[in-house]
């Protein structure tokens, strides 16, 4: 692809990020507290559009574009990377099936992994990072199935790829979040104990977002096949 093109598309990916972010989040029925963000569902499709590497550029693009048009706030700028990580997770599970694609996935959950472990000293481990771990685990034994599986474009191993995709994509988000937090205002552990009776709105936010990028991915790569636009071959 010649580099003029391949700039316009992540400019024009960049741009729809950018726009996405305008949406108001979606009220949680009963989670007061939480509200489902529509934009943290398309980074893991913009990885499995363009690629783990230009699915990162081209949500960094659009946050850039958001920071622009919304002011450059402190507390936007250092949580931008969870949704980079997030289309580079993605990317890597849907468009590769080589040994570096592992080893790069094992990379990442493991430097996450380690961060929050060192910091928390392992702390809520059953409720926080658990959950994270068993996902990772699963996104890299059927990381090969995963990769053929998404290629069919329909049926219930179609799904299931995708569901793995987006559950691997939003937790590696949701986890550098965390260690952002942690390794930049550096709160004493006891912050966890308050953290712990909200972890339920947590887990059903993050429930509802991998449901929701589950939706978005399964309906958009069959579309643009039937309109001849293949990504996956």
């Not at 960049?14 to 943290?40: D, E, N, Q």
């Not at 850039?64 to 997770?89: D, E, N, R, V, W």
């Not at 998404?150 to 979040?177: E, F």
């Amino acid at each position: 692809m010649k580099t003029s093109l391949k700039v316009a598309i992540l400019a024009v990916f960049a741009a729809m990020y950018c726009i996405m972010t305008f949406i108001p989040g979606i009220p949680v029925i009963g989670l007061t507290k939480a509200k489902i963000k529509v934009v943290a569902a398309l980074a893991p499709l913009y990885g499995i559009i363009l690629g783990p590497f230009n699915g990162l550029i081209a949500v960094a693009m659009g946050q850039l574009l958001t920071y622009i048009f919304k002011g450059f706030k402190f507390m936007s700028i250092i949580f931008s990377p969870p949704s980079m990580l997030s289309a580079l997770t993605a990317g890597i599970l849907a468009r590769s099936d080589s040994a570096k694609k592992k080893l790069l996935l094992l990379a990442v959950y493991s430097v996450l992994l380690a961060l929050w472990f060192v910091y928390t000293d392992f702390s809520y481990f059953g409720l926080i990072a658990l959950p994270h771990l068993i996902v990772f685990i699963v996104s890299i034994v059927m990381s090969d199935s995963i990769y053929k599986w998404v290629k069919l474009l329909k049926g219930k191993k179609y799904i299931a790829s995708v569901v793995i995709i987006s559950a691997s994509a939003i937790l590696v988000d949701h986890l550098t979040g965390f260690n952002i937090y942690f390794w930049i205002f550096r709160p004493p552990l006891n912050v966890l104990e308050s953290i712990a009776p909200m972890a339920y709105i947590m887990y059903v936010e993050r429930v509802l977002l991998i449901i929701l990028s589950t939706v978005i991915i399964s309906l958009t790569l069959p579309a643009l096949k039937r309109m001849g636009i293949s990504l996956l071959d």
